[in-house]
């Protein structure tokens, strides 16, 4: 009897313990089902933000893309209609993209093409095109290349045909009405050695003349002649411009030339010219004429500004790959103010100057590539100088 009371207290026992133990595990299972619901919703929220702001990055994307693709055809419309050609070349040299002007330009398809090939094909260079080139339609076209690493470079390709016809225009009108000022210049200037020729050459029809007075006024008259000439030469020189260099002689060929020309000059003066020539094989491209007389010109303007007995150094040499020619004087040189204004047309501080002896020279020079400069130790000496790219290169 103990045994089955004390047995059935032990089963109330077992039962309330089970029962705690299920109430534990109930209100444990809300527990969690109740965070799990909230998790659940802060999950849903969550979601919702990151929904929303996918949603508003995706549509700055679209966004941008669409501004991008805005800009992209903007800059490609722009690029179309520049005026100039636009060529963008590879790493290989390929030409990857171009616009319409280039292909008119060029009057070719590049794309694809390499574009040393199509420099051999379009371009047809010609000796007067500067810093502009050729092509075979004879338009001429600047060149400009810029780097793009090594994704290749871009060219910009400009037409320059028009404005160098207008700039072309443009000096012809200034040398025309230089021209007019220079005729009337030379008017006055030619007027005197002309009244001197004729006056010589009546003495010569005098039948009386002994064949000493005969000589004399035969020389004279020669001289008044070649003043006149030197002075047409100097004018149709200024007015031509560009001078072709079809000559080729050496440096001393060059220093016999001026020797010749310079016999007269210096026996009517009584100058003393000492000469300082070196490298006299080496062979120089000119137009000797116009450098012939482009020296002769500085010559005269040293004799006419020295006293008898003076000394003329005339140097011919080859300096840094280029003809070193100078002319120094012991006359009185010049100021800053006069150098700064001998390269001016029609400048002039002799009573019977033209002007445009030193524009001759200015004119020449360029025309052969170089430079002019005159140095002065006022008042004493002058020297002038040349220095010409034209020595011949093996």
Partial sequence: MDASKHSLQSLDVSENLNQQHLRSAFE??????TRLAESYQFLEAKVDDLTQELSYVNEQKDQELQQKKQLANRLENLVNFLPGGVIVLDHRGLIVDTNPTAEEMLEANLKGKLWRSVIGRCFSPKDDDGHEVSNHQGKRISIATRSLGKDGQIILLT???????????????????????????????????????????NHLLNESLTE?????????????LQEMERQVSDMLLFVKGRIPLNDVTTIAGLQQLLVESMEMPLQQCWVNCCWHVSDGEREIQCNCDALVGAILNLVNNSLQSMREGGELSITLKQQNHMLYISVQDEGVGMTDKQKQDAHELFYTTKSQGTGIGLSVVNTVAKSHGGTFLLESNHPRGLRAILELPIIRQY
């Fill in 28 to 33: 444990t299972f809300n527990e969690l089902s």
């Fill in 159 to 201: 037409d320059q045909t028009e404005t160098r016809r207008l700039q072309a225009e443009l000096s012809r009108h200034d040398r025309l009405t230089a021209l007019g000022k220079m005729v009337s210049t030379l008017a006055h200037q030619v007027r005197t050695p002309l009244s001197s020729a004729m006056l010589y050459g």
């Fill in 212 to 224: 000493t007075q005969q000589h004399e006024f035969t020389q004279k008259l020669v001289n008044r």
